[in-house]
């Protein structure tokens, strides 16, 4: 009889530490849809492709990440964190961008809703030129606006 009251214990033990610690299983993250958790907290300021709206389109910041992390697991988590806690030193937008919008506020989302909306934005990038000079803003350069 012992034993079997410390499996119902045990599975409660768990549950309370997952619930504690907010890491959840993939499955639970999984049911927070990115482009919905966008359109509601982030679609007021970020166009997807140009031209921006109040703060720099998504097509380039997605980009960005492309270029700095090698793996889409470590461009998520950067920018869930940055997302949650915006801060100059993490910025990894145009240094343009940031004197042209001002650094993004902090947004008030769960974990779960900060990963999905990371993700979506990291899968938004399928390749292309947007690096500097190379966007498809107002004068479409490719970079040659200074000639030497």
């Known amino acids: 009889m012992k034993h079997s009251n410390r499996i119902p214990a045990i599975t409660?033990?768990?549950?309370?530490?997952v619930l504690a610690?907010?890491?959840?299983?993939?499955?639970?993250?999984?049911?927070?849809?990115?482009?919905?958790?966008?359109?509601?907290?982030?679609?007021v300021c970020h166009s997807v492709?140009?031209?921006?709206?109040?703060?720099?389109?998504?097509?380039?910041?997605?980009?960005?990440?492309?270029?700095?992390?090698?793996?889409?697991?470590?461009?998520?988590?950067?920018?869930?964190?940055f997302?949650?806690?915006?801060?100059?030193?993490?910025?990894?937008?145009?240094?343009?961008?940031i004197s042209r919008f001002g650094l993004m506020p902090p947004i008030p989302l769960s974990p779960a809703e900060l990963n999905a909306v990371a993700a979506w934005v990291w899968d938004q990038y399928t390749g292309g030129s947007w690096g500097p000079g190379r966007g498809q803003g107002r004068g479409a350069g490719q970079g040659d606006c200074n000639p030497q």
């Not at 709206?53 to 793996?71: E, M, N």
């Open 49 to 81: 492709a140009p031209p921006p709206k109040s703060a720099p389109p998504i097509l380039p910041i997605a980009a960005r990440y492309h270029q700095r992390f090698p793996s889409r697991a470590e461009g998520i988590k950067y920018m869930a964190d």
């Open 12 to 17: 409660l033990a768990i549950g309370i530490g």
């Open 83 to 97: 997302i949650k806690s915006p801060t100059k030193e993490k910025v990894l937008a145009d240094p343009q961008a």
């Open 21 to 43: 610690s907010g890491t959840f299983p993939a499955k639970a993250s999984a049911a927070v849809d990115g482009k919905a958790v966008f359109d509601k907290s982030c679609s």
